[in-house]
């Protein structure tokens, strides 16, 4: 039948811990998903998870030094699975652990990574959806069907984006009034959602009407890079961003200020690649105090240094501590705005060496230790094929950090057909927001001259693509929308909704009375008093 293998990649010897666990009971009886992770490097591992054992693998294949394997069966093309290992090297040097797949049809070079190191032991955390069924197993694997996937998001999204609510209607006595009419409404949402936009939205009050109806957060594509506001030196150049400033704030749209640098020399402005030295060191220091005098407390967010895992032209050029420089000069002009890492490669795979999920962590708390005011963990998101296990596992890890996740530029590669994108796009979408430590997600959508940069929620007459009907359909899902109802015989009427703003009528008899109330995060059922 087919074969199939994990490899674990290391240049270092390994030793192994893996999980092996029976399913949790839960309300559909099957497992229920277990958001555990671990960043540090610990003495001795943690409890397994889904209370399963500790296993020396006894059918491990190879060397053990180069790439160590397990052979596994029974692995069906129509699950999601999800794994965690323990590692320890002996070598001095941190090593880079990369898990792979191989079966008899497919080849996926990674499904999970950890930077290990000597004498302790770290946790990989990953997973996989295989494209067809593999038959041999001897290694324990958390297997989920995509109904209990679906289910997991689902308690997960009850949990952090939903709270139970008791409007209680009572008399001016305080004794409960039955039978009065309530009607509830959702009038803001708590959970920023949202897209780019660009500067075609500009005196086009179609596209301004299509993004105000579904939107309430916003990041401009390109209008505050450097090169689009001073693309000569010396002549600052704001007109544009001011104007999408006004649109955003006269609607009462959060926007994530991107980028104040990019650390790719291809985006650049060409007569800052020219200059050296003190001249350079006066350039940074001249774009940080026009562009965030300018903008204080009008973006919640700003995208310090972009991409920096990835390229490091400021740090080349300026030292070491060049990042450290921006981002605290970049917090004294706008104390209120969180200060953002943004990185591609994170969630969307793990084999790009440079910004594994370890790689980030260790980059914030580099920056942190050398006194950054560093609040805010950005994922950019450009998806291939998603890997729904492999991207909760990454946000698992993160999380430890405690710090506001976002995922700030969303959208599927336009290689796929737009019917295809849209699929992939729902599958990123509902990982992102069933994930308590996701605080906002931007679709990375906006409907410039010639298109978008991979993929677009329209056509260009605001007439929904494939992946613009999956997102209205979700924006849908995830709404409360509007509840009738009356009280019983306490004077009370409850719900479940989602988190944001409310609006609620109440009719007894001739009596009318409306009011709003919010409803945040919480644990506890939300109380709300009405006297008629």
Not at 299 to 305: C, E, K, L, T, Y
Not at 334 to 348: I, K, Q, R, S, Y
Request: proline content about 4%; some cysteine.
């Amino acid at each position: 039948m087919g074969v199939f293998i994990l490899f674990i990649s290391s240049l270092y010897f390994l030793q192994f811990f893996f999980f092996i666990s029976p399913l949790l009971v839960s309300s559909y009886d099957g497992p229920l998903y277990d958001s555990s992770a671990y960043t540090e490097c610990k003495l001795q591992p943690e409890k397994p998870l889904y209370n399963g054992g500790i296993l020396n693998n006894p059918l491990l294949n190879g060397d053990r030094i180069h790439s160590p394997s397990f052979v596994l069966q029974n692995l069906d093309n129509a699950t999601k699975y999800c794994f965690s290992i323990w590692i320890k090297i002996k070598e001095p040097e941190p090593a880079l652990v990369r898990a792979s797949l191989v079966t008899e049809a497919t080849t996926l070079n990674c499904i999970g990574t950890v930077i290990a190191k000597e004498g302790c032991w770290s946790f990989l955390k990953g997973g996989f959806v295989l494209s067809s069924p593999s038959y041999l197993s001897t290694l324990y694997i958390q297997p989920f069907t995509d109904q209990q996937w679906r289910l997991n998001q689902e308690t997960k999204i009850n949990q952090a984006r939903k709270r139970a609510v008791n409007i209680h209607i009572s008399d001016k006595k305080g004794i409960g009034l039955k039978g009065a009419g309530v009607r509830v409404e959702l009038v803001s949402k708590d959970f920023p959602f949202g897209s780019a936009i660009a500067s075609t939205i500009l005196g086009n009050s179609l596209y301004q009407k299509w993004f105000v109806e579904r939107f309430n957060a916003a990041v401009f594509e390109n209008e505050l890079k450097w090169d689009a506001t001073e693309h000569t030196q010396g002549q600052l150049n704001y007109t544009i961003p001011d104007q999408m400033v006004e649109f955003v704030r006269s609607n009462q749209i959060i926007a994530r200020g991107h980028n104040i640098f990019w650390e790719n020399p291809k985006y650049i402005p060409k007569w800052v690649l020219n200059l050296t030295g003190s001249d350079l060191e006066s350039a940074v220091e001249s774009r940080i105090e026009s562009l965030m005098n300018k903008y204080k407390e009008e973006f919640i967010h700003w995208d310090v240094s972009n991409e920096m895992l990835h390229y490091d032209f400021y740090e080349k050029n300026l030292g070491p501590n060049a990042t450290l420089r921006f981002f605290g000069s970049a917090h004294r002009a706008d104390p209120l705005a969180t200060l953002f890492m943004n990185e591609f490669n994170v969630v969307e795979t793990c084999m790009d060496a440079d910004s594994t999920v370890d790689t980030y962590v260790s980059r914030m708390r580099e920056l942190k230790m050398g006194g950054v005011s560093m609040d805010g963990i950005g994922l950019q998101g450009h998806f291939d094929v998603p890997n729904s296990p492999l991207m909760r596992g990454v946000l698992d890890k993160l999380a430890t950090l405690g710090l506001p996740i976002w995922l700030t530029e969303v959208d599927i590669s336009n290689k796929f057909n737009k019917e295809t994108q849209a699929i992939y796009l729902e599958e990123v979408l509902r990982e992102g927001y069933s994930h308590p430590a996701v605080d906002g997600i931007i679709l990375w959508t906006a409907l410039r001259r010639g298109g978008c940069y991979q993929m677009c929620l329209t056509d260009g007459d605001f007439n929904n693509l494939p992946a613009g009907e999956t997102v209205d359909n979700l924006l849908k899902e995830w709404d409360t929308g509007i509840l009738n109802g009356q009280t019983d015989e306490h004077g009370s009427y409850t719900f479940f909704g989602f988190l944001g703003e409310y609006k609620v009528t109440a009719k007894y008899g001739n009596d009318t009375f409306g009011s709003t109330f919010s409803l945040p995060r919480g644990q506890e059922t939300k109380q709300f008093n009405i006297q008629m």
